[in-house]
């Protein structure tokens, strides 16, 4: 099983396993399949510039080298912007807790582009309605011990509708990607997604021809005499 | 940014600008002696010195082993880390012919990897910028409610090209602004329809969001082909 997250929360840490939810898990997927005209199985291949040179999956790779070709290993690169600035990496999100600071609003959420989803299952475990009926003298509102009481406390906010976020890397890189706890259908959820560049638009603006203030003059009046 | 015909609750229809809003981050990567590197595609292999065309040439696996031993078959010295440039894609056979004609049959499976379908493969076509336009259902969902129950994918701004239809989006815009909700919005004569930008895309649900700063608007095409929930245990699957 991979690494847990942890959460951070109201001053306790909350180590949370989770898996991915993939489309293909909930609704199925489509696979296409390609014959020649005797029905016999084909495959993609990747055809050279010379027009016979012919490579399979896995039959090339990428390098990186310098301008005049001298090959330089991927490692050994800098990231920078355009404007010259050092890019420093994010690490990654499980090297240490991630404090969920104050909620976002829906908008926030709503701002972003979601390209995966995780299931939060460890979050789950302490989840009042799924606590069996044996949990203990404490009853469906505590949390198994393991987990603490800040799981159950955090997993009760985000069923009543908080979101919070944080910036999130899997391996750790230069452009984090922005993550969400929710809870939906009942269960606590990770989206994780990208800003957009949404922006508000309007009629442009332009400088008036002429000074309102000014009085109209006969100026203004017609003149056929020009034609 | 492409043209999107979009018919209000009313029926009136206008044709807009659908407009990327994805963010990149720009980034140059230096080598360590301040120069630009770039990335570059070079070949490894081909079909011609691969596993299977390596058996079929020595007539068994164990006769390949023997060559192994002795040398580097699999390796084409000729070729070996030639960097690649306007390449293309092609079908080829088991033999590693180039086949010019193909059927392609689509497969649907469930999610437990069983076969469900098999049917002629069929494209989708775009249909944002038809003569039947993408049409308001009139059926709103309080942000609040759908935040957590579809995963946004994508999105685009709908923007005016002209002062008709800025006027013809603000008041989109002003009328979801002042319902807090998205609007579902497709294809078809209910505005209930899957939209589908390009040839050959994924087709998605549509769900527009208004809102409203002074006399600027932004009207954000929510697109989902995911409800945010989980997968249906095996053992419930009938």
Partial sequence: ?227 | MSAFNLANTKGRDAVVQAQSVRRTLRVRWLAPDGRQAQNIRVLRSTLAHDLPALTRETGSVEALSELLLQGDPEVDPELFGRVLRDTARVFVDGEGKIVHHVKQVEVLRNPDGTERERRPRKLTTANTNLEEPIRLSGRLMKKTEVYNRFVFAHKRQLVHVNGLTYDYLFAIAQELHAAESLMLVGSGPRGIGPITFTRGATPYRGFLEGRVEGDRYCLILHLSNQELKLPTPPAEVS
């Fill in chain 1, 1 to 227: 099983m991979a690494r847990p997250l942890v959460f951070e929360f109201h001053g306790s840490e909350i180590p949370c396993a989770f898996q991915k939810v993939e489309r293909a898990d909930v609704y199925g997927y489509v696979e296409i399949e390609t014959f020649d005209d005797q029905e016999r199985p084909c495959t993609l291949a990747t055809v050279a510039q010379d027009g016979k040179t012919l490579a399979g999956p896995g039959d090339t790779a990428l390098g990186c080298v310098t301008p005049d070709g001298t090959w330089v290993e991927r490692a050994s690169l800098q990231p920078v912007t355009l404007d010259g600035e050092r890019l420093e990496p994010a690490p990654s999100s499980f090297s240490a807790p991630i404090a969920l600071g104050a909620p976002v609003t829906v908008e926030q959420l709503l701002d972003h582009t979601i390209r995966a989803v995780y299931h939060l299952a460890g979050l789950e475990a302490t989840a009042p309605s799924e606590a069996p009926p044996e949990l203990g003298a404490g009853g469906a509102n505590e949390a198994p011990p393991e987990l603490g009481a800040g799981g159950a406390a955090l997993l009760q906010e985000l069923l009543s509708g908080t979101i919070y976020s944080f910036p999130f890397s899997y391996r750790g890189g230069i452009n984090p990607d922005t993550a969400f706890l929710i809870a939906g259908d009942g269960h606590p959820f990770m989206l994780v997604g990208s800003p957009t560049r949404l922006e508000f638009v309007g009629l442009p603006q332009t400088a008036p021809a002429v000074d309102e203030d000014e009085p109209a003059t006969e100026e203004d009046d017609l003149d056929f005499s020009m034609f």
